[in-house]
């Protein structure tokens, strides 16, 4: 593996599935929340408050730092979102440095440019259904909820690429590779980025 994998995906499009896939075909290390644990334990930044506001924007960058700040430090450090994202930046980047890593969202793409070569995918799902019944079926969401919930993961995972990221979450100009797991799969999906990358 010549290249890390940054991968950004709509909430229930199956991206953590592939990334599992790609990290075992490629025997590459696999990146997601345990980014969060490792940022936390090593720059003593509170883990619960991390995950509860994991790539997640409101649609107001001003309430997206009053919530933040509240939330970390009482109100008293208006700096705190962006010392979360340099604390992942500072882990993400001797990672990929070290070794093609795979990445999923976290605005690594913005962190590694320049850095290091990778090849930025978006995965997404045609077919609510298939985001729906693998939301149901994975992450537990109940059936009356699951429509409205995954409006809202993607919508807030579309408003902190705004804050942290250049381009558009949803637009397929902002990636090298878009791929529709609804039409083929994740095995095929995970097999067209390998072919992509050239491996």
Request: net charge negative; proline share 2%; with cysteine.
């Amino acid at each position: 593996m010549k290249k890390s994998i940054v991968i950004d995906r709509e909430y229930g499009s199956g991206g953590r599935e592939i990334a599992k896939i790609l990290s075992e075909k490629l025997k590459a290390e696999f990146y997601d929340g345990n980014l969060l644990e490792l940022a936390g334990e090593r720059f003593g930044i509170d883990l619960g408050a991390m995950k509860d506001y994991d790539e997640k924007g409101t649609g107001s960058f001003l309430h997206d730092i009053a919530l933040l700040t509240d939330s970390f430090t009482g109100g008293n450090n208006h700096t705190v979102p962006f010392e979360v994202h340099d604390a992942l930046s500072r882990i993400i980047k001797p990672l990929a440095k070290n070794k093609p890593c795979i990445f999923l969202g976290r605005g690594a793409d913005e962190i590694l440019e320049n850095e290091v070569p990778f090849i930025h995918v978006f995965i997404y799902a045609s077919n609510i259904q298939d985001k729906i019944d693998r939301s149901v079926k994975v992450d537990g969401i109940s059936l009356d909820k699951v429509a409205a919930y995954i409006r809202k993961k993607d919508l807030q995972r579309k408003n902190y690429r705004k804050i942290f990221s250049k381009g558009n979450w949803d637009s397929m100009q902002s990636y090298d590779l878009c791929i529709d797991t609804s039409a083929v799969g994740y095995e095929n999906a995970a097999n067209a980025i390998v072919a992509a990358m050239g491996e």
